[in-house]
């Protein structure tokens, strides 16, 4: 198993370990949100959970499958981190869709950037991983 395969099995464990914390009573508020900061819906939750999936058996298929699935979902993941940022709303959630463009007095900047922010760091460190670790790890294979 090469390390981006690792790293996949990693981000599964990640991905199920965030559904589980939205089940924990001391995680969320008085109105449901985790830490204060985000509303997870079962849908939300699907999603969280497809990741996660998606993550193990790409990194239980190859280690091209796990370059793959870090560059598309960290492509996908990344891009709904950043328009959550600017409009206040996700794309993965349909929030963008449902609730358009959110102005700053509805959301405030240091909000949208702490509820944002897993998804930008997520999603840029698995573009990391998918674009240039793996082309560490995968000329370290071929000269092997």
């Known amino acids: 198993m090469t390390l981006i395969q690792k790293l996949a099995v990693a981000y599964g464990v990640l991905f199920f370990a965030v559904v589980a914390v939205g089940y924990v009573p001391a995680f969320n508020d008085a109105s449901g949100n985790l830490f204060g900061l985000f509303s997870l ?9 497809f990741s996660g999936v998606w993550a193990l058996v790409a990194a239980m298929l190859s280690h091209r499958q796990s370059v793959f699935y870090f560059r598309l979902f960290g492509s996908v993941y990344l891009f709904d981190g950043i328009l959550g940022l600017v409009t206040g709303s996700g794309c993965l959630d349909g929030g963008i869709f449902i609730n358009g463009f ?4 509805d959301i405030e900047f240091p909000v949208r950037v702490f ?7 997520i999603g840029g460190f698995a573009l990391w991983v998918g674009f240039v670790l793996a082309k560490r790890v995968g000329d ?4 092997a």
């Open 41 to 49: 819906q079962w849908y939300d939750d699907l999603l969280h959970a």
């Open 102 to 105: 959110r102005s700053f007095d």
């Open 115 to 121: 509820a944002n922010l897993p998804h930008i760091v």
């Open 140 to 143: 370290r294979l071929a000269a």
